[in-house]
């Protein structure tokens, strides 16, 4: 039997923005599941756009999956090295989806993480706060730390900071790259980026002669890993979820997380991820 998925509950709304807010799928996808017939309402399938439902009173499946009222949850996981970020993989590599197990909730991850990297990413069952984060032209500031082959001058940093700003986008969007400190025959430096994913980073810096050698995500729309060790997660703060909602509009009240706080705390030790080789 399919197992079940939970969205959050509260009034009628638009059976696509249900499911995507289940993180079954985004908003699109969801439209074209209730377009294929996918999408049972009441027992009845729904091939229409634009049905509504309350998903605290109506039944609602999707391929015989029957969603149900759950209270949302948003948690920060420190992503090590050689873990996807996916809730499966084909190649059978270790996945986030693993590390939050005992969160006893389907949490989705807020985008997407490289395997190669390591730090902050969100996880939640908030459909509405993934959207929020993940729109194309949003402004979530990332910070980045990465570890160069080479010695960076100013001059490198500038023609960085030039091929890494988007076309457009204006100085509000432009990144901010700061040299940290040398180490040896290596460059440390700080990247914050408001648009752009992090492969940028690891494309730009193979082709300038920098190849990376560890990249660690500080931050993530203000949210940080601090005092988690690789593959442990905690809870967001009451403080941390009212700052996202002042920023990004989701999520859309805030909710105090007791079970997860409890699942957090007595979390076992969890074994180290085999390091990856230096690049």
Not at 94 to 99: C, E, G, I, Y
Request: proline share 7%; aromatic share 4%; charged share 25%.
């Amino acid at each position: 039997m399919a197992a079940d998925v939970h969205p959050a509950s509260g009034g009628r709304q638009r059976l696509q923005r249900i499911i995507a807010a289940a993180g079954l799928a985004s908003r699109r996808a969801a439209e074209q599941l209730i377009l294929a017939g996918r999408v049972r309402l009441n027992g009845r399938v729904v091939q229409e756009l634009g049905v509504r439902a309350d998903p605290g009173r109506d039944r609602i499946e999707v391929d015989g999956r029957r969603l149900h009222p759950e209270p949302r949850a948003y948690v920060v996981l420190h992503k090590p090295r050689a873990v996807v970020s996916t809730m499966s993989d084909p190649q059978g590599r270790p996945t986030v989806a693993q590390l939050v197990r005992d969160a006893s909730r389907r949490l989705l991850p807020v985008g997407r993480l490289d395997y190669a990297a390591s730090g902050v990413l969100l996880m939640t069952n908030d459909g509405e706060l993934m959207q929020a984060l993940l729109r194309p032209r949003g402004a979530v500031v990332q910070i980045y730390a990465a570890k160069l082959r080479g010695l960076m001058t100013d001059q490198d940093v500038e023609r960085w900071r030039a091929r890494l700003a988007p076309d457009g986008g204006g100085a509000a969007s432009a990144p901010d790259i700061q040299l940290v400190r040398y180490e040896g025959e290596k460059t440390w430096v700080q990247v914050t980026v408001r648009q752009g994913r992090p492969h940028a980073i690891w494309q730009l810096a193979e082709a300038s002669g920098f190849p990376v050698m560890r990249l660690v995500r500080l931050a993530f729309a203000g949210v940080t890993a601090a005092g988690l060790r690789p593959g442990q997660w905690r809870p967001l703060g009451a403080d941390e979820q009212r700052r996202l909602r002042q920023s990004y509009g989701a999520p859309a009240r805030i909710w105090a997380q007791p079970e997860l706080d409890a699942a957090a705390r007595a979390r076992p030790a969890r074994p180290r991820v085999a390091p990856l080789r230096s690049r």
